[in-house]
Structures are given as C-alpha cells and as structure tokens.
C-alpha cells in the first residue's frame, strides 16, 4: 500500500507499507477482537440468542462494513475539507484482496489523517454502539473483524508521523 504526502513546501512524499505485512499483523488481531467482541457481548443481560440465520447474514455484513469503511475515508475529507466526490474513486483489488479508496488530490498531513481514521472513528463507533444496543454474535464479529481492518490506516498514519 502507498500513500503520497507532502513532506515540505510543494514536495511530495511517498509511503510505502507491504500489503503482506499488514494482511500478516490483520490476521491474528482479527481473531483476537473478534473473539474479545464475542466475549463482551456474552456477559451483557440482553445478550441476543444465536441463530441459524446468522451465519447467512455475517458474510454480506462483512462487505457492508467494508464498503461503509471506503465510503468513510471519503465522507471524512467531504466534510472536512470539502473535497469533491469527483476525486475519489472506489474499488476491489482481488490480489491483495483489499476494498480502497483511492483520492486523487493531494492530501496534507492534517488531510490524512482525517482520511486515515474516518473509518475508525465513524464505522468503528457505530458499530460498537450497534453491538451494545443489539448484542448478536454476527454483530460482535462484524465489529471486531472491522476494528482489526482499520489498523492498515492506523499503520500508514503512524508511519507518516
């Protein structure tokens, strides 16, 4: 994955961070907050039964999440800074089997982080306080599957700093 940043003046930085080596870290922490998720939700009085359904649902879950987490790095500089929709552009990548939004506008380091934690902030939150207010097993792993998603953002960001 690569992100362009200016560095100073009107130059133009890039960072780079191996695909593998986030998919590498993403792997366990996935498992790990999915299962802290499930945990969670199974201490909570409303806590809602599993069913049979609920495997049909997490699947398409899983792609809604992701979608709303693209459609966030965008919305994020929208309303932030008030960049066009026409700037960004949204995909799959199947060999690296990965979502992105791709912005073709120069982005400042303030921008980036906007850009980078929109997804956390906006789909991580709503997600968490959906898991609180219907505590279902496949809600709990759309939530820890999501949070484990964004630390390619989180790890761009950091590397930036």
Known sequence: MTSMIPTAGKKV????????????????????????????????????????????????????AFSLHELAHALGLVIFFRLPWRVFQFGFNPRLFIFY???????????????ALSPLVMIGSLTILATLAYPAT?????????????????WLLVKIS
């Open 13 to 64: 930085g890039e960072i780079t961070v191996s695909a593998l080596a986030v998919n590498l870290a993403v792997l366990p922490l996935t498992v790990v907050l999915a299962v802290a998720m499930v945990a969670f939700i199974g201490v909570l009085p409303h806590r809602v039964p599993e069913r049979l359904l609920d495997a049909v649902i997490l699947l398409p879950g899983i792609f809604v």
């Open 138 to 154: 496949w809600l709990a792993l759309i939530t820890g599957i999501h949070l484990a998603g964004c630390i390619g953002d989180v």
């Open 101 to 115: 939004c791709h912005c073709r506008a120069p982005l400042r380091r303030e921008m980036y982080s906007v850009f």
